[in-house]
């Protein structure tokens, strides 16, 4: 199978576990603090990560440099971009919050042009503004609840890290494989988390555990975070970075389908209309990569 395509079905398969992902915690959420609930997903997935690292017999990076850029992606991506998604999500909306993460392909092609020295094709263009179109069809433009400026500024920041975060990995996978550079990046933001949860000090012990919540935090953690963040990763080193980050744009796509599917929310003309035109955006960019 070739790169391009076997780079698609590992990213899709992320974006669409991350999509999916809206249903378990819109659950769970009920029951945990949503940074008591990231420390948790990390502290998981660390368990299984470590344990196939164990069985693989990976080892740790060996030198400063590479420990240097692990420690990059797990604060910049998973502390920092997570961190900042929350909180503006909080201070922002829903609505808000899908239109400013469709930005984070976009902020990809520059930090790939500028870090990897990617071109900028009319191809990988194209791409990225039937994407982009895809996403502002299926959300809207118009207002869909308060929206202040610190919770926008703080989703433009999780844009911006979590695109850094993605042209950082690309870099990682030239001399560390991509099962180290997730295992030991993972480990670096579940300590980075720690000290957050002093936030929510009285979070863990007032979680009112049950089988459906117990349940939906191994999921978060196996599936959605060292399962996704994985397969996201070993997309990015097999891709152009530039053609891999409009497969994250598939989220808005996939969260609204199983929010169709499980949580009976209506899908309307806008969500076919705008899923179309991602799809076309993505199948562009892949076609653009063969091509390269």
């Known amino acids: 199978m070739k790169q391009p395509v076997l780079a698609s079905i590992y990213l899709s398969l992320a974006a ?15 029951y945990i603090p949503p940074l008591t609930l990231v420390w948790l997903r990390y502290g998981v997935a660390l368990i299984a990560l470590v344990l196939i690292a164990a069985m693989k017999r990976e080892r740790p990076p060996t030198r400063g440099r590479d420990w240097l850029m692990v420690i990059a992606i ?37 930090f790939a042009r500028w870090l990897l020295g ?41 844009a911006v890290t979590w ?10 996978s030239a001399r560390m494989s991509v099962l180290s550079i997730t295992t030991f990046a993972i480990l670096v933001a ?3 988390m720690t000290p957050m949860l002093m936030v929510e000090r009285p979070g863990l012990t007032a979680v009112q555990w049950n089988a459906p919540v117990a349940m939906g935090v191994l999921y978060l953690g196996i599936v959605s975070t060292a399962g996704a963040f994985f397969l996201w990763n070993k997309g990015m080193e ?11 744009l598939f989220q808005p796509l996939i969260g609204s389908l199983f929010g169709w599917l499980f949580l009976h929310e209506r899908l309307d003309a806008s969500f076919w209309m705008g899923g179309a035109l991602i799809v076309a955006g993505v199948a562009v960019a892949v076609r653009s990569g063969q091509s390269a």
């Open 16 to 30: 669409g576990i991350w999509g999916g992902m809206y249903v378990v915690s819109k659950y769970v959420l009920d």
């Open 74 to 110: 797990g604060v910049i991506g998973y502390v920092i971009s997570i961190s900042l998604q929350f909180v503006g999500t909080k201070w922002s909306n829903a609505h808000t919050a899908s239109l400013i993460t469709a930005s984070t392909p976009a902020f990809v092609v520059l």
């Open 118 to 158: 990617e071109a900028l094709t009319w191809r990988k263009l194209v791409a990225l503004v039937l994407a982009a179109a895809g996403v502002v069809v299926i959300v809207g433009l118009g207002d869909s609840g308060e929206s202040t400026l610190a919770g926008n500024t703080a989703l433009v920041g999780a």
């Open 163 to 172: 695109a850094l975060l993605s042209v950082l990995v690309k870099m990682a």
């Open 190 to 192: 579940f300590v980075g």
């Open 238 to 248: 097999m891709i152009d970075a530039g053609i891999g980050s409009l497969f994250f």
